[in-house]
């Protein structure tokens, strides 16, 4: 079944598997412990690692549950996914990762984001 461009979201091992419905023969194997950070861009998700930047049809929606069992990835604005172990350190309401982007903290993720940061 088809979802905002996506074929399935999946995870085996560990590994998300992206499977692009234009073309139906890119597969993109990515270890989500590699992941610094995901950018929604209306129906784009840039996946960022440290090594290269990956663009894929869909929106952050079809993610948001596949990426739940992950409790190092989070939403921390209407735009970005974090991957928390990659945080350098958090100045105000800015997260500053190991690559040196700068992600805003959303309002509404705000308390929930604070607490994860002083659990860790």
């Known amino acids: 079944m088809y979802i905002n461009g996506f074929n399935r ?5 560990f590994l998300l598997i992206f499977l692009d419905k234009k073309s139906d023969k890119r597969i993109i194997k990515i270890d989500p412990a590699e992941l610094i950070y995901i950018e929604g861009m209306r129906n784009y998700i840039c996946l960022y690692t440290e090594v290269e930047k990956i663009v894929v049809h869909g929106t952050l929606l079809t993610i948001e549950e596949n990426l739940k069992h992950l409790n190092y990835i989070c ?9 928390f172990n990659k945080i350098k350190y958090v100045e105000q309401h800015m997260i500053i990762l190991t690559n040196k982007k700068s992600i805003p903290i959303g309002l509404s ?12």
Not at 9 to 13: K, L, P, S, T, V
Not at 109 to 120: A, L
């Open 75 to 83: 939403r921390v604005h209407k735009s970005y996914f974090i991957n």
């Open 109 to 120: 993720y705000r308390d929930q984001i604070y607490e994860k940061i002083r659990i860790m």
């Open 9 to 13: 979201f999946a995870y085996f091992c």
